[in-house]
Nanobody, 120 residues
Framework: QVQLVESGGGLVQAGGSLRLSCAASGSIFGINGMGWYRQAPGKQRVLVAAISRDGRTNYADSVKGRFTISRDSGKNTVFLQMNSLKPDDTAMYYC??????????????WGQGTQVTVSS
């Protein structure tokens, strides 16, 4: 089992910034991918960004150039710096981790979610 603790969500005006953090603990040996998905009301959960243990990244087209994912492997923590936020970014953001050596954006364990609300 892996426990994920997220922080950093909140309410921000359009154009503002937020930084999400997610710390993993428990059975963390062998984790490859870490990252974030989001789910808006009435919509499916979709990938925002993911990062592999060796630093490869994958971003949703809608956030490229605005969001940056990073990782502190020594602390098993993943970060999502979100700049130039838009109302369309409003969603519950879920941190996830996975063990696949190939699909580093495929997650096995999930956090409880942190709400991000962007006002216009």
């Amino acid at each position: 089992q892996v426990q994920l603790v997220e922080s950093g969500g909140g309410l921000v005006q359009a154009g503002g910034s937020l930084r999400l953090s997610c710390a993993a603990s428990g059975s963390i040996f062998g984790i490859n991918g870490m990252g974030w998905y989001r789910q808006a009301p009435g919509k499916q959960r979709v990938l925002v960004a993911a990062i592999s243990r060796d630093g490869r990244t994958n971003y949703a087209d809608s956030v490229k150039g605005r969001f940056t994912i990073s990782r502190d492997s020594g602390k098993n923590t993943v970060f999502l710096q979100m700049n130039s936020l838009k109302p369309d970014d409003t969603a519950m953001y879920y941190c996830g981790v996975g063990y696949s050596p190939y699909a580093y954006d495929s997650f096995t364990y999930w956090g409880q979610g942190t709400q991000v609300t962007v006002s216009s």
